[in-house]
């Protein structure tokens, strides 16, 4: 039975043509028809992606070999995403749609479903480029982030937990965006620095209907599913930097019904503990991460990332209303961070 790479390599060309692309930190070749604009790069690749449905089905995945298994599953009873280490990759299966192969310098998907191949890209710019960049010592975390005064200012929550909207109400007010959804952060020569993801948002109707005042006209994240996709930069929203920033803040929004909490906008700096906490529930990818083996090198990171950024958490009313106020706090607080110390006494804004 061939190997992985054996196999790679006797599929596809071998990329010296393909256009290059930077996103994360990392410059990626691909002849990949994305649906996303991505950021152009240049100069030697970091991975070269392909993905095909005629890659040698030799190349067998059994889920009682896997390294981890997702406890969601298909409606045959599958993982719907397994890891496994083969000799020479490690390999992300997403049943039943797609297998990605991860090389130091190459990703190869086998596509499974060719009805599916919409999936391909949504997994690649999500859990699978995470992972690269996790078994490479990049944090990958679970935020949208914006420069604001050449820093990088990140929001850290779930899905649904307000990090793109604040990221969007920011945008309205004249800041560029700098990811949506997976913040990758470096350290290098003893700073940390928050990467630019790719010029494109996922914004639910009701957020695009905001901000762009209609939603029909936007391509579909998903065909199953109602979040559109909103080009960023001209002709589309607001304006993108594709430069990595200094990491200054990470807010924890906090979102609150505002018939009981009223207007106030709230901003408390964390404790190193409570800090650390928020950053590994909101990592891109936990579980993978600690089936790897990777959790104890990444706590590191994590503890070191406490010392270095400002933490804080962000309570404010819940509403599009109330972002031009939210935005304006939030600049306010970095404002006064400048003189603050590390954690300094907590600091409030009441409005109304």
Request: net charge neutral; proline share 8%; charged share 20%.
């Amino acid at each position: 039975m061939p190997t992985a790479s054996q196999v790679a390599a006797e599929t596809g060309s071998k990329g010296s043509d393909w256009p290059v692309y930077r996103l994360f930190g990392v410059t990626l070749a691909s002849d990949f028809a994305f649906a996303n604009r991505l950021a152009p790069g240049v100069g030697v690749p970091d991975i070269r992606f392909s993905c095909s449905d005629r890659v040698d089905p030799r190349i067998d995945l059994d889920p009682a070999e896997a390294r981890y298994q997702s406890p969601s599953r298909t409606p045959s009873g599958e993982p719907r995403l397994c890891l496994y280490h083969r000799e020479d990759c490690d390999v992300l299966s997403f049943s039943p749609i797609a297998d990605f192969f991860l090389y130091p310098e190459r990703i190869l998907c086998r596509l499974r479903d060719p009805a599916l191949a919409y999936w391909v890209e949504i997994y690649l710019l999500g859990t699978v480029l995470a992972y690269w960049l996790e078994r490479s010592g990049v944090l990958a975390l679970h935020a949208s982030a914006v420069v604001i005064e050449d820093q990088a200012v990140g929001f850290l929550a779930s899905n649904g937990g307000g990090k793109s909207s604040l990221a969007a109400g920011l945008m309205q007010g004249g800041y560029r965006l700098l990811t949506d959804d997976v913040l990758a952060v470096s350290h290098r020569a003893g700073q940390l620095l928050g990467h630019p993801g790719y010029p494109s948002m996922r914004l639910w109707p009701g957020e695009a209907e905001h901000f762009l005042g209609h939603f029909e006209g936007l391509p579909r994240v998903l065909p199953e599913l109602p979040k559109r996709r909103l080009l960023v930069g001209h002709p589309g929203f607001g304006a993108f930097c594709n430069q990595a920033q200094p990491l200054r803040c990470i807010y924890v929004p906090e979102r609150r019904d505002p018939e009981a909490w009223g207007s106030r906008i709230e901003i408390v700096p964390l404790a190193p503990a409570a800090a650390l906490i928020e950053l590994v529930q909101h990592s891109f990818i936990p579980r993978l991460v600690a089936a790897a083996g990777w959790q104890a090198r990444r706590l590191d990171r994590l503890a070191g990332m406490v010392e270095r950024v400002s933490i804080r958490r962000l309570r404010y009313p819940s509403g599009f209303g109330y972002l031009p106020e939210v935005g304006e706090a939030i600049v306010r607080d970095l404002t006064d961070l400048g003189g603050e110390a590390r954690y300094g006494s907590r600091s409030e804004v009441a409005s109304g």
